[in-house]
T-cell receptor, first 112, second 115 residues
């Protein structure tokens, strides 16, 4: 158990509203990641972080922003949610670069 | 850029039968390779990993995988499948990166186990 929690676990929101998802880890690992999972697409990386205030874009970053002001928290924000952002979002951590990742339980987001 | 292909979207095997899930990768250097399993409604759990050394790696739950550089493959195997193995399986390749290693995941293979 890597001590990763995600909140909320489920959320329904309307198109155009801002949404923030939180990932919290208890192990103080350096690397954190946000993915989205959609049928037929596997996991796609949205953003990742390699330290406090150090973040970078993944392959599907449009419409998303992130922040990491503390080692233990990595926030994903949808500035103005769209129906195409309906998905399951997973946070993951890694002890060091290109090592295995440990995943949170996921957040199911529905944008109506 | 690295990529991962899992050719089989869905596989059905009988309980007690052997299993092989295929994974092909594209990567310029020696890859870091992983297999993860996802049960319904859960996050992904690491089954096994390959970084270097022995090309046959053992994982949890009786799984193993073999790295074959000449075929760019990292297939997952289990000699006797249990009903509890029904899940979705993801192969992933890790990146050499200047900052944080990013893993690229395949689209997954869903395993159904028949009684």
């Amino acid at each position: 158990d890597a001590g990763i929690t995600q909140s909320p676990r489920h959320k329904v929101t309307e198109t155009g509203t801002p949404v923030t998802l939180r990932c919290h880890q208890t192990e103080n690992h350096r690397y954190m990641y946000w993915y989205r999972q959609d049928p037929g697409h596997g996991l796609r990386l949205i953003h990742y972080s390699y330290g406090v205030k150090d973040t970078d874009k993944g392959e599907v970053s449009d419409g998303y922003s992130v922040s990491r002001s503390k080692t233990e928290d990595f926030l994903l924000t949808l500035e103005s949610a769209t129906s195409s952002q309906t998905s399951v979002y997973f946070c993951a951590i890694s002890v060091k670069a290109h090592n295995e990742q440990y995943f949170g339980p996921g957040t199911r987001l529905t944008v109506t | 850029a690295q990529s991962v292909t899992q050719p089989d979207i869905h596989i059905t095997v009988s309980e007690g039968a052997s299993l092989e899930l295929r994974c092909n990768y594209s990567y310029g250097a020696t890859p870091y390779l992983f297999w993860y399993v996802q049960s319904p409604g859960q996050g992904l759990q690491l089954l096994l990993k390959y970084f270097s050394g022995d090309t046959l790696v053992q994982g949890i739950k009786g799984f193993e995988a073999e790295f074959k550089r000449s075929q760019s493959s990292f297939n997952l195997r289990k000699p006797s499948v249990h009903w509890s193995d029904a899940a979705e399986y993801f192969c992933a390749v890790g990146a050499e990166d200047t900052n944080a290693g990013k893993s690229t995941f395949g689209d997954g293979t869903t395993l159904t186990v028949k009684p």
